[in-house]
C-alpha cells in the first residue's frame, strides 16, 4: 500500500512538470507567431473553446477577453477564461443549459463545466452616454457605478475596461484567428508597464476597488504603475470606505492569498492603502518591530505554500495579521476591568474581530477558526502534560502551531515551545507519553500572565 502510495505521488509530480514543460513549449510557439496574433489551442481551455464555437455557430461574436491572453502572452498559465460577446445575458443563457445569471451590479453568465467555469459578459457601453433615468444605470453621489447593464460594440467594451493588458481579445474563428488589442496592451505588457484606460480619477472613482487590483496585478505580474495611474491613488483612498466590506474581504484574499502577498503588502504601504484596511494593526506595526515581522513572516510562508501548490487559510492570515491586536486589546481590558489574563484574552478576541469586520467582513466560518487559532496559543506555550494529547488533536493544532513558530521567528520569547512541539511530533504515539512526561516540567505550564 506504501509502495503504491510513492507510486501514485510520482506520477503526480510526473504529470505536473509534463503540463508545466509542455505549456512552457506551446508559450514558445505563441511567441513565434506573435506577430500573427495566433495563439495555439493547446493553451486555451477545451470548454471556452467549446463555448465560443456554439456563440459563433448561433450567429453572435464572441472573444477570449482580458487576464487569459495578458497570461498566455506572459508565457503564465490562466486560472480562468472568460469571454466578451454581442449576446445578451439571456440569449446566452438559452444557449447554455448549464449555465446561470448572476450579479446585479453587471449581469454575467457563469457556464459550468464540472470544476472550470467560463465566465461570458456582453459587450458594454460607457454608461455615462445614456439617459440616466435608465434603470439599468445607477451611480453613487461620488461617482462609483452601483449598477452598469448598458450594452455596446467590442470598441465600447475595450474603452470601459480598467488597464490597457487586460483590454486584450482574441478572435478564435476557424482559420481566422487573431489578437485584437484596441489600446496600446501588447506594449504595455513588453514594457511591463500598468496603465489604467482613461481618467485614472475618474476610473477610480467609478470603482474604488481599482486602486487595490492595480497593486495585486503590479505584484503578480512585477510590472510598474504608470505614474498617471499612481498619481491619484493617495488622494482617493477615502473612497474605499464606500466599497462593500464583503467585497473588500474577496480583494484581500486575492492580494495576500495568491502566492505573491509579501509585494502586494510592500505595495499597500507604498501607496497607503494598507492603513485603510487594516488601520490597528497598521498602527501597530508602526509602533513594534515584532509585529511587522510576524506578518512579513507569514506572508513570506503563505507565498511559499502556494508556489508549492500547498492549501493556505484566510483564517490564518488573520489571526498572524490581528495576534498584536488581540494582544494589546487584552492587555487594555485586564488593566482596565481588573480581570484575569486568560479572560482578557478571550474578550479581546470578539472586540479585536468586531472591530475589523466593520472593514472587512470576514465569514463567520473563519472568524471562529481564527479565534480557535488564538486561544490554543495559551495551551501551546503552558504545555500542560495533562492536556497535550487532546491539543495535538485539534482541528486548529497545526495553524496553531505554525503561528507559534512565527511569533518566535518575529522575536516573541515563548520559552522555547516551538522547539517543544516540533520535537513532539516527530515522535510515534508510544514515544510521545515518555517524551511529554520527561520535557514538561513545573516551568513549562505554569500559569503566565500573558500566553
Known amino acids: 500500500m506504501l509502495c503504491r502510495l ?196 475618474v476610473r477610480y472613482r467609478e470603482d474604488p476597488v481599482r486602486m487595490l487590483r492595480a497593486i495585486r496585478f503590479a505584484a503578480k505580474l512585477n510590472f510598474n504603475l504608470a505614474k498617471t495611474t499612481a498619481a491619484p491613488i493617495r488622494q482617493l483612498i477615502f473612497l474605499l470606505n464606500d466599497v462593500p466590506a464583503a467585497r473588500l474581504f474577496d480583494e484581500v484574499l486575492k492580494l495576500f492569498l495568491n502566492g505573491h502577498g509579501l509585494q502586494s503588502w510592500h505595495l499597500l504601504q507604498t501607496y497607503e492603502l494598507f492603513a485603510c484596511l487594516f488601520p490597528d494593526a497598521a498602527l501597530i506595526m508602526t509602533q513594534k518591530k515584532p509585529a511587522k515581522l510576524l506578518f512579513q513572516e507569514t506572508l513570506r510562508n503563505t507565498d511559499e505554500r502556494v508556489h508549492n501548490e500547498l492549501p493556505v487559510t484566510p483564517a490564518f492570515l488573520y489571526a498572524a495579521l490581528l495576534w498584536h491586536c488581540v494582544l494589546q486589546t487584552a492587555k487594555r481590558l485586564q488593566d482596565s476591568e481588573n480581570i484575569s489574563a486568560r479572560i482578557a484574552m478571550q474578550k479581546s478576541f470578539d472586540e479585536v474581530i468586531k472591530k475589523q469586520c466593520r472593514i472587512i467582513t470576514i465569514p463567520k466560518r473563519f472568524t471562529i477558526a481564527t479565534c480557535e487559532i488564538w486561544d490554543l496559543q495559551h495551551a501551546l506555550v503552558r504545555r500542560h502534560p495533562e492536556k497535550i494529547t487532546n491539543i495535538a488533536a485539534h482541528p486548529r493544532f497545526r495553524a496553531a502551531y505554525d503561528l507559534l513558530i512565527m511569533r518566535e521567528k518575529s522575536g516573541e520569547s515563548l520559552n522555547n515551545a516551538g522547539k517543544w512541539w516540533m520535537e513532539y511530533q516527530k515522535k510515534n504515539p508510544v514515544k510521545r507519553r515518555s517524551f511529554t512526561r520527561r520535557n514538561s516540567s513545573e516551568n513549562s505550564f505554569k500559569k503566565q500572565r500573558q500566553p
Open 6 to 201: 510513492k507510486n501514485k505521488i510520482l506520477n503526480w509530480f510526473c504529470s505536473f512538470f509534463d503540463q508545466k514543460l509542455f505549456f512552457m513549449k506551446c508559450c514558445k510557439k505563441t511567441k513565434r507567431n506573435f506577430n500573427q496574433g495566433k495563439i495555439p489551442d493547446e493553451l486555451i481551455s477545451h470548454n471556452a473553446l467549446k463555448v465560443l464555437q456554439r456563440l459563433h455557430d448561433s450567429g453572435y461574436e464572441a472573444y477570449l477577453v482580458g487576464g487569459c491572453i495578458r497570461d498566455i502572452l506572459l508565457q503564465i498559465r490562466p486560472k480562468d477564461f472568460d469571454i466578451a460577446t454581442n449576446a445578451h445575458p439571456e440569449q446566452v443563457r438559452k444557449l447554455f443549459r448549464n449555465s446561470r445569471i448572476i450579479g446585479r451590479r453587471f449581469k454575467l453568465i457563469h457556464i459550468i463545466f464540472g470544476r472550470e467555469i467560463i465566465e461570458v459578459a456582453t459587450f458594454r457601453a460607457c454608461h455615462r452616454k445614456q439617459n440616466h433615468q435608465n434603470h439599468m444605470v445607477q451611480d453613487s453621489n461620488s461617482g462609483r457605478i452601483l449598477r452598469d447593464n448598458v450594452y455596446g460594440t467590442i470598441q465600447d467594451d475595450a474603452a470601459r475596461r480598467d488597464f490597457t493588458i487586460n483590454a486584450l481579445y482574441y478572435r478564435h474563428v476557424g482559420d481566422q484567428q487573431k489578437i485584437l488589442d484596441f489600446s496600446s496592451g501588447i506594449k504595455d505588457l513588453q514594457r511591463k508597464k500598468l496603465r489604467l484606460l482613461g481618467d485614472p480619477e
